[in-house]
């Protein structure tokens, strides 16, 4: 499988944008799908993660972000809300197949078996 991530672009704080993580040479039905962001000079975080329309989310997006997946065109989204300059990051998306990582490991990079090749948001005035 290979991911596709885009819509990253430069946006003021406050304002939205809506990731895509698209697939291809398979299907990511049955697969938990995550994105995950890292800024210059720190380590990838895990942002959210969803998987038969269950999302978790990093308590620093919660309520401003959110994850859906459309199976039919085996794709990944990212909508993100209300936007700050502390959002600003490559952004990643990544796929866990079946047997799926445990709740508990599932912010953890290792878990993850394919990842794309980032887009960066810009959150900034």
């Known amino acids: 499988v290979q991911l596709q991530a885009s819509g990253g672009g430069l946006v003021q704080p406050g304002g939205s944008l809506r990731l895509s993580c698209a697939a291809s040479?398979?299907?990511?039905?049955?697969?938990?799908m995550a994105w995950f962001r890292q800024a210059p000079g720190k380590e990838r975080e895990f942002v959210s993660r969803?998987?038969?329309?269950?999302?978790y989310y990093a308590g620093s997006v919660k309520g401003r972000f959110a994850a859906s997946r459309d199976n039919a065109k085996n794709t990944a989204y990212l909508q993100m809300n209300s936007l700050k300059p502390e959002d600003t990051a490559v952004y990643y998306c990544?796929?866990?197949?079946?047997?799926?990582?445990?709740?508990?490991?599932?912010?953890?990079?290792?878990?993850?078996?394919?990842w794309g090749q980032g887009t960066q948001v810009t959150v900034s005035s």
């Open positions: 990544a796929a866990d197949p079946p047997p799926y990582a445990i709740l508990s490991s599932q912010e953890d990079t290792t878990q993850y078996d394919y």
């Open positions: 040479g398979g299907t990511i039905r049955d697969y938990a």
């Open positions: 969803i998987r038969s329309g269950v999302a």
